[in-house]
């Protein structure tokens, strides 16, 4: 079932908990350059709050509401006033909490858009990936934890590796190579069905995606540093973190909508193939938002329970391969972003010299 927008109010206290250790232990910093202007940028916080949650809310309630709801689209227009307000509020503020100016970087600029684009692909992928695991394939909820463990060792052990990649041949080649094979990782996902091994099926898919993703991480992370004035590495790195999390967030709100919109789609020519009675049908796409927990009328025969059940699972297959293919899409766009918004290596300076 996709969630609802009540399904992230977990977060709440735990970004209070983030406050209160905030206040109470992290010793106060201050950029000299801007001592001048010390004060908080409260309007765009508040504006960058609202724009972000609106439009968030609004496409994950259409789900539910449908996108001609009137919630959704006041919501979705909130949110679209306030970030228009957002920008105009930092164009204009003394001490800004985004700096307009940072983006007159080519290079910080391709950087976010890589980061968005790759990590919008990797949000959608680790957000759907266990309704297909456990709900699907039929793995427990630790063998679904556990099948994304080679991911994140991967990206351990090989950031030191792929550190050493921008000293010898810049942060733009990695970046270019990095995402490629990520979206070859992506688009592996797209190849199992239902059953077979975890380690035919989908191990190969989430080592190709971990050893994209070790590639790209520690080189974006230079790019973005290395492409603003000292001053504002703390605020680089603040709105490249931004950047991502934001990228997963509407990215599930977003591709929620295409799997509940293919799946759909699918269910209704499986059921109409399998020749049930009419009343039936109805209750089971009703339920279409539930996805692959959609609960099977009794009253069915058992061969006729199989095979809506099969149908349910092959449905969600069908949408999460399509989702996989658009992940792999969009991390070849950020392959192409690096390609032309992102500095190669400057030559050194024995080169020059030579």
Request: aromatic share 0%.
């Given at each position: 079932m996709l969630p609802g927008a009540g399904s992230f109010y977990i977060n709440f206290p735990l970004a209070v908990i983030v406050l209160i250790v905030l206040f109470w232990h992290v010793?106060?910093?201050?950029?000299e350059a801007l001592a001048a202007h010390p004060q908080l940028d409260w309007w765009g916080a508040f504006l960058?709050?609202?724009g972000l949650g609106g439009i968030v809310f609004g496409l994950i309630e259409s789900n539910n509401l449908g996108l001609g709801s009137g919630l959704v689209l006041?919501?979705?227009a909130i949110g679209v006033a306030a970030l228009i307000a957002f920008l105009l509020v930092e164009a204009r503020s003394q001490s800004p909490m985004l700096p307009l100016t940072l983006f007159r970087s080519r290079t910080f600029s391709g950087a976010n858009v890589l980061t968005f684009l790759l990590y919008a692909a990797l949000g959608a992928t680790l957000f759907f990936l266990p309704f297909n695991l456990i709900r699907v394939q039929g793995y427990t909820p630790t063998e679904a934890g556990a099948a994304n463990l080679p991911l994140i060792l991967l990206i351990f052990f090989l950031s030191r590796w792929s550190g050493g990649l921008v000293s010898r041949y810049g942060a733009k080649l990695p970046l270019i190579i990095g995402p490629l094979i990520a979206a070859t990782g992506f688009a592996l996902f797209a190849r199992p069905g239902i059953g077979g091994s975890y380690w035919t099926t989908y191990f190969p898919a989430v080592v190709v995606l971990g050893i994209g993703m070790a590639v790209s991480v520690a080189p974006l992370t230079?790019?973005?540093m290395g492409a603003v004035q000292t001053q504002y590495i703390g605020t680089a790195s603040g709105v490249n973190n931004a950047v991502s999390r934001t990228a997963g967030l509407i990215a599930i709100a977003v591709f929620g909508i295409v799997v509940l919109a293919i799946f759909s789609n699918s269910l209704a020519t499986q059921l109409s193939m399998l020749h049930i009675p009419a009343g039936i049908q109805q209750a089971l796409l009703v339920q279409e938002n539930k996805l692959v927990g959609i609960?099977?009328?009794?009253?069915?025969?058992?061969?006729?329970?199989?095979?809506?059940?099969?149908?349910i699972a092959e449905s969600f297959i069908t949408s999460f391969r399509v989702v996989m293919l658009i992940a792999s899409a969009l991390a070849v766009c950020s392959s192409l972003s690096s390609l032309l918004l992102i500095e190669g290596k400057k030559p050194s300076m024995d080169k020059k010299a030579s």
């Open positions: 010793p106060e910093s201050r950029n960058a709050t609202l006041l919501s979705l230079t790019a973005v609960e099977i009328p009794a009253g069915l025969s058992t061969a006729t329970h199989a095979a809506v059940q099969q149908a």
